[in-house]
C-alpha cells in the first residue's frame, strides 16, 4: 500500500500553462506538505497544510495555489507557469505530536515538472 | 529559525568500508529531531534514521548510526559495511516541536560507494 501518492509523476508543458499535481496519503496523518527539489537538488518547503487548513506559506509566488478538499489530500495548481517553475515537487506528510512517531515525514515519489 | 549545514563536497568510500557524512545544526528551538534521509538516482526520498534532542543515547538503525553532539550541534551519520547500493545522495535535515513545525534541509552529500 502506497503511503504517499502523487500523480503525475512527469510533467512537460509548455510556457504559461496552468497544471495541477494531486496528491494523497492513506497515513491518516493531519499534516500534509508541498517541497521543492531545485536543480541543485536543494529541498525547500513551499505549504503545509494542517486538517485542511493553510498554516505554513513560504514565500511562494500567487501562482501556486495549494487546495486541501479533506485531510487526505492536498493538491497543488499553478497558473501561467515558468520556465524557473521546472523542478521536482514533492508531497509529504507526518502526524505530528512529540517524538519519533510524530515528527517523521513520509514523501511521495515526487513529481518531475519541466516546462518549456 | 532552523539551519542545516552539509558541506562535504562528493564523498567516496570503498565497499565494506565505513564512511561518516558530516551535519551541522542551528535551532533557536529548545526541543527539536534530527533526521537524515538518503535519496537514490530513482528520486525517492528515503528516512534513515531520527535522533532526538533529548534522546539520552545516540540513535541506531542497521547500518546506520548517528553521532549526535548536542553541545557542539552535529549530527553526524555514519555508515557501516559501504554497500554498492549506499551510492546517493544524503540530506541531512532538522524539525522543531511547535505546531507549525516543518523539516528544514540541509544542501544534501552525494555518496559513492566504490567496488
Known amino acids: 500500500d502506497t503511503a504517499v501518492s502523487q500523480t503525475p509523476k512527469y510533467l512537460v508543458t509548455q510556457m504559461g500553462n496552468d497544471k495541477s499535481i494531486k496528491c494523497e496519503q492513506n497515513l491518516g496523518h493531519d499534516t500534509m506538505y508541498w517541497y521543492k527539489q531545485d536543480s541543485k537538488k536543494f529541498l525547500k518547503i513551499m505549504f503545509s497544510y494542517n486538517n485542511k487548513e493553510l498554516i505554513i506559506n513560504e514565500t511562494v509566488p500567487n501562482r501556486f495555489s495549494p487546495k486541501s478538499p479533506d485531510k487526505a489530500h492536498l493538491n497543488l495548481h499553478i497558473n501561467s507557469l515558468e520556465l524557473g517553475d521546472s523542478a521536482v515537487y514533492f508531497c509529504?506528510?507526518?502526524?505530528?505530536?512529540?517524538?519519533?512517531?510524530?515528527?517523521?515525514?513520509?514523501f511521495g515519489p515526487g513529481t518531475r515538472l519541466t516546462v518549456l | 529559525a532552523q539551519k542545516i549545514t552539509q558541506t562535504q563536497p562528493g564523498m567516496f568510500v570503498q565497499e565494506k568500508e565505513a564512511v561518516t557524512l558530516d551535519c551541522t545544526y542551528d535551532t533557536s528551538d529548545p526541543s527539536y529531531g534530527l533526521f537524515w534521509y538518503k535519496q537514490p538516482s530513482s528520486g525517492e526520498m528515503i528516512f534513515l534514521i531520527y535522533?532526538?534532542?533529548?534522546?539520552?543515547q545516540n540513535a541506531t538503525e542497521g547500518r546506520y548510526s548517528l553521532n549526535f553532539q548536542k553541545a557542539r550541534k552535529s549530527a553526524n551519520l555514519v555508515i557501516s559495511a559501504s554497500q554498492l547500493g549506499d551510492s546517493a545522495m544524503y540530506f541531512c535535515a532538522i524539525r522543531g516541536t511547535g505546531a507549525n513545525s516543518k523539516l528544514t534541509f540541509g544542501k544534501g552529500i552525494t555518496l559513492s560507494v566504490r567496488p
Open positions: 535522533q532526538g534532542s533529548y534522546d539520552q
Open positions: 509529504a506528510s507526518s502526524q505530528g505530536g512529540p517524538g519519533l512517531a510524530g515528527a517523521r515525514t513520509y
